[in-house]
């Protein structure tokens, strides 16, 4: 097999150009890379990125918002799909016209939609007809001494890719390549990644692992993705954290619409006045830091005056009374002086709990990791809920199940002689900020490919510095993605995907409480030379000699897979899903509950905390405190944003084109800051905010914080509408702690000041 050479060893081609050379394997094995030099920024020329010239005509923004009312000679189809926007994978119906779609709505008959769609789901063709979008494969070389990126085609760029990659690995031995990904469409190059590297989702550390791990620690599974939690028939509904309405989970906010129309009495703990604080009877600005002493106090009050659910414990728990002594401290009056909510409201709350107990609900929340503290407390939400006695109950917590499909058997026969093993010992994925330090350090082994899917890693981490250091001792890397990102400016070669309503991903078989699975297909023909997941592993995994990993077609597959449950793939393409009636998951009174821990019960003191050193029962520790003149710094979502992947959405931006800097007027009162002007904004490091972001004075925030929506302040020139609008929270995410359990980035422990200077 011919390979090529890494971007160090490039010469030879036309005068002034450096282009690889094609090698044989015996040279490819003598290979050694020269010194390395500093990964560089690049920008992607305007020619190659798409215009708004497509297959059919000239389309420009204008026209797309006019599709609806255009007059058009093709009869009106309509296409099932699953929308990608963000990972929740609604259920969705593409409204196509003269081979354009202009419209997208909720799929009726899917259990995640319902018919319904937040404001980013009806926006998906803004991402299919972004006039920014790669349109072919780029590969990034030196003209004149100038680093640049030029077209290639998908064989040269394959090729460079699997050649790489296979150096690399005889090289350095197994697990040198990493890929790093976040998306339904990763899905088949995970398969491949699988035998010949290792693999990390950066949501996991970054996003909702502590709470995984934490409730395996206690129930034995975890919480799942869409939540196994009874939110539209409880009766008393406590959001510690938990932003719906703005997080904008499709089918979550439609469970909490129900519970708010069934009478269902909320407690919003946020030390923002959030969207679900405005429909809920308490809101508890707690001090930000302070959330598990809040809930320890809650613990106490629960044990101490007998509210919780005794024969419910009784039966099914182990530990009640070592978690009665470990949070003997917890009192009211002291919980009081540490979060700043009064005692009689916390003494309240715990009671109303009690009062509800069965068919009452802590919210887990979804993106957890804030504090470096963040499994032990999803831990102490944990405990509560055990303590409700809510486990399968009406409002409660339960365990979904699937639709019952059978996993491909792929032939992944290599597994290679190292295994990665976590310094967390109860990390149950490869969090991501280990994999950066190994690729820094070397230790345990040197890391030098990665391939980065769907995930802007320079946005999305935290602590920039890192991840570029940690791309400066690559020898390859290459991003696969639909816009240019400012992680994909970093990369050796560029691989354009489709977007999702231009492909077939594998099929959503996910665990829920009406057991489903959903197909993604494509809508409309590929605009430009862009290819799918599956055909990016396909031809992947020729090159690289694993011939038989993948059928010869995505549709092959996908009705190999369907014929095993007595369906096949032109049924669900027509349907869109296919599903079961709801599963039965309330327990009945004579059942017997058994759980997938030590104990065979839940453990509300963890066995296997306790066995590897760490504190059984969640033990409080203070948060570090306000720099004088700096406030902490929060983040979250917007409704109509999903983090970066939505800013350059032309339809979204008009609804919201640049975030703001919430900042309590009293403090901006202090600060001498006026409504809508634009600030810099200072971190505890020193480190500036590369974009200034506007002013938004409100009662809505406590005076020592300040928050702003995550996934603004893009620095990518070429994506347009992005590009230089709000400010970045990751610009100013300096410090991370790390949570010692499992790993999770805690990033809310930064903190800013203000100036007006660039």
């Known amino acids: ?111 995640l939609s319902n018919g319904r769609l937040c404001p980013r789901g009806t926006g998906g063709h803004g991402l299919l007809y972004d006039p920014n979008r790669l349109k072919h494969p780029l590969i990034r070389e030196t003209v004149n001494g100038k680093e640049m990126f030029r077209k290639a085609d998908w064989e040269e760029a394959i090729t460079l890719v699997a050649d790489n990659f296979m150096r690399i690995r005889e090289e350095y031995g197994h697990g040198s390549v990493v890929t790093f990904t976040h998306g339904f469409g990763a899905s088949f190059l995970k398969v491949l990644c699988a035998s010949c590297g290792m693999i990390s989702a950066p949501s996991y550390a970054q996003c909702r692992g502590p709470r995984e791990d934490a409730f395996k620690l206690t129930f034995g599974h975890s919480v799942g993705s869409p939540e196994a939690l009874d939110i539209k028939n409880s009766q008393y509904l406590v959001l510690i954290g ?49 959330d598990l002493a809040l809930l320890r106090a809650w613990i106490r009050v629960l044990i101490e005056e007998e509210l919780y659910d005794r024969s419910f414990v009784e039966e099914n728990t182990v530990g009640l009374e070592e978690v009665r002594e470990g949070v003997k401290d917890a009192t009211p009056e002291t919980t009081a002086a540490l979060t700043g909510i009064a005692a009689e409201d916390i003494v309240a709350v715990a009671r109303d709990l009690g009062r509800y107990k069965n068919h009452a609900l802590i919210h887990p929340g979804r993106r957890v990791t804030w504090y470096g503290d963040d499994t032990q407390r999803e831990r102490a939400i944990a405990i509560l809920n055990a303590l409700l006695g809510n486990y399968r109950r009406p409002g409660g917590l339960f365990k979904q199940n699937k639709y019952g499909v059978p996993k491909p058997k792929f032939p992944i026969a290599i597994v290679g002689e190292r295994k990665f093993v976590s310094r967390y010992p109860f990390a149950s994925s490869v969090p991501a900020s280990e994999i950066l330090q190994q690729t820094i350090k070397g230790d345990p082994w040197p890391i030098k490919g990665w391939m980065v899917y769907g995930t802007n890693m320079i946005h999305s981490l935290g602590n920039q510095a890192q991840t570029i250091e940690a791309l400066n001792q690559l020898e390859f890397m290459v991003a696969i993605d639909v816009l240019p990102m400012e992680i994909t400016s970093y990369a050796d070669v560029i691989l354009p995907e489709h977007t999702y309503l231009e492909r077939y991903d594998d099929l959503d078989d996910r665990s829920y409480r009406v057991p489903y699975v959903g197909l993604r ?49 032109a049924e669900i393409k027509e349907k869109g899903v296919l599903k079961k009636p709801e599963m039965d998951f309330y327990r009945k009174p004579w059942e017997s509950l058994k759980f997938r821990t030590p104990s065979g019960k839940i453990e509300l003191a963890s066995s296997k905390l306790k066995a590897s050193g760490f504190d059984a029962v969640p033990r409080y520790t203070p948060p570090q405190e306000n720099p004088p003149g700096y406030f902490r710094l929060l983040f979250g979502r917007a409704p109509m944003h999903t983090f970066g992947r939505t800013a350059n959405n032309r339809f979204l931006g008009e609804l919201m084109p640049e975030n703001e800097l919430w900042v309590n007027e009293i403090t901006g009162k202090d600060m001498k800051l006026k409504p809508g002007e634009y600030v810099y904004l200072i971190n505890q490091d020193g480190v500036k905010s590369k974009t200034p972001i506007k002013i938004r004075l409100t009662q809505r925030i406590r005076p020592d914080s300040v928050y702003m929506v995550h996934g603004f302040g893009h620095t990518h020139p070429e994506l347009e509408q992005a590009y230089g609008r709000g400010a970045s929270d990751a610009d100013l995410i300096t410090r991370l702690d790390i949570d010692p359990i499992m790993g999770g980035t805690g990033m809310q422990n930064n903190f800013v000041t203000f100036t007006r200077k660039a």
């Open 1 to 111: 097999m011919q390979g090529l050479l890494p971007r160090h060893h490039r010469d030879g081609g036309h005068p002034g150009c450096k282009r690889s050379k094609i090698l044989d394997p015996e040279t490819r094995k003598t290979m050694k890379p020269n010194s390395l030099k500093r990964r560089k920024f690049l920008k992607i020329s305007s020619a190659f990125l798409a215009s708004s010239t497509m297959a059919g005509g000239t389309l420009s923004f204008n026209q797309h918002k006019s599709l609806k009312a255009a007059q058009t000679s093709e009869e009106e189809k309509v296409v099932p799909t699953l929308c990608e926007l963000c990972f929740w994978r609604c259920g969705v119906n593409a409204h196509v016209r003269d081979g354009k779609v202009y419209k997208i709505t909720g799929q009726e008959q899917h259990p």
């Open 242 to 290: 938990a932003h719906l309405g703005e997080n904008m989970h499709n089918t979550a906010v439609q469970d909490f619409a129900d519970a708010i129309g069934n009478g269902c009495r909320i407690v919003v703990v946020d030390p923002r006045f959030s969207v679900a604080a405005g429909k809920a009877e308490r809101w508890l600005p707690i001090r930000p830091g302070t």
């Open 521 to 569: 297909q494509p809508v409309v023909p590929p605009l430009y030379d862009t290819k799918s997941g599956y055909e990016i592993a396909k031809m992947l995994s020729e090159k690289m000699g694993k011939f038989d990993l993948f059928p010869d077609d995505v549709e092959t597959y996908l009705d190999g897979r369907l014929r095993e449950v007595n369906s096949s793939l």
